[in-house]
């Protein structure tokens, strides 16, 4: 079965860093392009952040542009989000998810991370 | 930057069609999915590339697109349909997905 599931999430003060992990289940990371969305309490779904299936491309919303890292360890199948100088407005439910096609369809979704910034 | 606008909220009965609609310049030039989040629950895709649907999603979703608007159509709505769905798609331009606002379908 084809799974993804995020960790990492957890209460942080502004100003700092969480490092969120999605692990993959019943196929390569490096196979897919994938991508980081997250969700404020009661709004919309946000898309963040991009990583190409080669590892060389990567793509951010402009919210997160030069505090966010998307990155890929190849041999544990973990795809990663180091989230520097955290901001309130970073609070949020953050979703890995599979895309796929020439034009990123989202086939599969973790179940989501909770990452609270609060002083 | 590029946006895509869906109305806040569509209610139907069960046993009717219900169409959501998705509006953004150019979109006859890009390819559209549809996401359905049910409370409390992760986004699952029902439409991509228009008008596929993924293998397990009933025959009663379907995409398409006329104009400046793509339409999400459920027909023979039933209770368990009652979610938020969201527009998305890639904008080349920009190197960047783009969601639309969501829509809340309400079942009466």
């Known amino acids: 079965e084809v799974l993804l599931e995020e960790s990492g999430g957890g209460l942080e003060q502004p100003g700092g860093s969480l490092r969120l992990s999605c692990a993959a289940s019943g196929f390569t990371l490096s196979s897919y392009d994938m991508n980081w969305v997250r969700q404020a309490p009661g709004k919309g779904l946000e898309w963040i952040s991009y990583l190409k299936s080669s590892g060389r491309t990567r793509y951010y919303a402009d919210s997160v542009e030069g505090r966010f890292t998307i990155s890929r360890d190849n041999a544990k199948n973990l795809l990663y989000l180091q989230m520097d100088s955290l901001r309130v407005e970073d609070t949020a439910v953050y979703y890995c998810?599979?895309?796929?096609?020439?034009?990123?369809?989202?086939?599969?979704w973790g179940r989501g991370t909770t990452v609270t910034v609060s002083s | 930057s590029y946006v895509l606008t869906q109305p806040p909220s569509v209610s139907v009965a069960p046993g009717q069609t219900a169409r959501i609609s998705c509006g953004g310049n150019y979109i006859a030039t890009k390819s559209v999915h549809w996401n359905q989040q049910k409370p409390g629950q992760a986004p699952v895709l029902v439409v991509y590339n228009d008008d596929d649907r993924p293998s397990g999603i009933p025959e009663r979703f379907s995409g398409s697109k006329s104009g400046n608007t793509a339409t999400l159509t459920i027909s023979r709505v039933e209770a368990g349909d009652e979610a938020d769905y969201y527009c998305q798609v890639w904008d080349g331009n920009s190197d960047v997905v783009v969601f639309g606002g969501g829509t809340k379908l309400t079942v009466l």
């Open positions: 998810a599979r895309g796929v096609g020439n034009y990123d369809a989202l086939d599969v």
